[in-house]
Nanobody
Framework: QAQLVESGGGLVQPGGSLRLSCEAS????????MAWFRRAPGKEREFVAR????????DVVGSAKDRFTISRDNAKNTMHLQMDRLKPEDTADYLC??????????????????WGRGTQVTVSS
């Protein structure tokens, strides 16, 4: 069973950058398809990005496709989300998710078996 811990959130001005990390323990990290979701106040959990077990397949939500990059390092049991040119509408709690024994997970939260507690990202001047 995977335990996921996010880090790297914070307060940043519009146009700035942040790099989120998700560290996994328990289970075999390379067997998990991974993803990032976000949850803004009063809104549903929203898919942000996903990555396959080996990292060869990635997918980012359209609103962030040219600004966010997802990656993983299976040797270090970590996943990252590089976020550039941040906008106020990116403000949310960002959650890491893992799907067991899936080459790549879906874009809905039901596709994932394990979740972290989240790291807050606030984009404001």
């Amino acid at each position: 069973q995977a335990q996921l811990v996010e880090s790297g959130g914070g307060l940043v001005q519009p146009g700035g950058s942040l790099r989120l990390s998700c560290e996994a323990s328990g289970g075999t990290f390379s067997r998990y398809a991974m993803a990032w979701f976000r949850r803004a106040p009063g809104k549903e959990r929203e898919f942000v990005a996903r990555i396959s077990q080996t990292g060869s397949i990635t997918d980012v939500v359209g609103s962030a496709k040219d600004r966010f990059t997802i990656s993983r390092d299976n040797a270090k049991n970590t996943m990252h989300l590089q976020m550039d040119r941040l906008k106020p509408e990116d403000t949310a709690d960002y959650l890491c998710a893992a799907a067991a024994d899936s080459v790549i997970g879906g874009t809905t939260f039901r596709s994932y078996d394990y979740w972290g507690r989240g790291t807050q990202v606030t984009v404001s001047s």
